[in-house]
């Protein structure tokens, strides 16, 4: 007997909680995130001087984070400006918050 292929989808809650973890997925985002905390903004260069990479590997990571939404960037001509989304980020914040809430030990296994 052939199963049919069922259609599942995730809640943009599921969605969007997974897109935030995998953006914290890399320490360098994390030590990114945690500059960025400590002031209202910052370019590239600053954080070449907090991270021993590459830039095009601090960009790449930069990117990450702002594709995810954690962050913003301002061009401002020769230069990028960064700063913590705060409306996402209060969302991410709820978002583990809810996750972390959840009580797993309720649940008999292994």
Same mark, same amino acid.
């Given at each position: 007997?052939?199963?049919?292929?069922?259609?599942?989808?995730?809640?943009?809650?599921?969605?969007?909680?997974?897109?935030?973890?995998?953006?914290?997925g890399?320490?360098?985002?994390?030590?990114?995130?945690k500059?960025?905390?400590n002031?209202?903004?910052?370019?590239?260069?600053?954080?070449? @001087?907090?991270?021993?990479? !590459? *830039?095009?590997?601090? %960009?790449?990571?930069?990117? =990450?984070?702002?594709?995810?939404?954690?962050?913003?960037?301002?061009?401002?001509?020769?230069?990028?400006?960064?700063?913590?989304?705060? @409306?996402?980020?209060?969302? !991410? *914040?709820?978002?583990? %918050?809810?996750?972390?809430? =959840?009580?797993?030990?309720?649940?008999?296994?292994?």
């Open positions: 007997m052939k199963r049919s292929a069922q259609v599942f989808e995730y809640s943009k809650d599921t969605e969007q909680l997974a897109k935030f973890a995998k953006a914290l890399h320490p360098a985002r994390i030590i990114i995130l500059h960025l905390s002031q209202s903004c910052c370019f590239t260069g600053d954080l070449l @001087e907090v991270l021993p990479l !590459a *830039q095009s590997t601090v %960009s790449q990571h930069l990117k =990450e984070l702002k594709d995810a939404g954690l962050i913003l960037g301002e061009v401002n001509p020769p230069k990028v400006k960064y700063c913590i989304d705060m @409306e996402n980020w209060k969302i !991410a *914040q709820q978002l583990f %918050s809810t996750l972390f809430r =959840e009580d797993f030990s309720k649940i008999d296994c292994c």
